[in-house]
């Protein structure tokens, strides 16, 4: 039986904070994962590449605003780091 991968244990590490910020940061790598997993059929984080963040952030943010693009951007820096990848992003 495949349980759902937990995205709060994933991130439980490299989060920090207050409260509503490590919530913001679980609640936008969820949709991350969401977003990813529809598109590339890729649930888990640990199969993700790199141009699975970039594409999120490039085709399913392009109609955001800016600031909502930064906070998604720090998210994505998080899961990086819990990735132990290299990566960066900007805006």
């Known amino acids: ?14 989060l920090s904070g207050s409260h509503t910020t490590r ?14 997993a529809k598109h590339w ?10 141009k699975h963040l970039t594409w999120f952030l490039e085709y399913r943010l392009s109609e955001r605003s800016e600031v909502t693009r930064y906070y998604y951007v720090l998210t994505l820096r998080l899961l990086a780091q819990r990735l132990e990848a290299p990566w960066t992003f900007s805006l």
């Open 1 to 14: 039986m495949n349980r759902p991968f937990d995205m709060e244990l994933f991130l439980a590490g490299v």
């Open 23 to 36: 919530q913001r940061h679980l609640r936008q790598a969820k949709i991350v994962q969401a977003e990813i």
């Open 41 to 50: 059929l890729r649930e888990n984080p640990w199969t993700w590449k790199r």
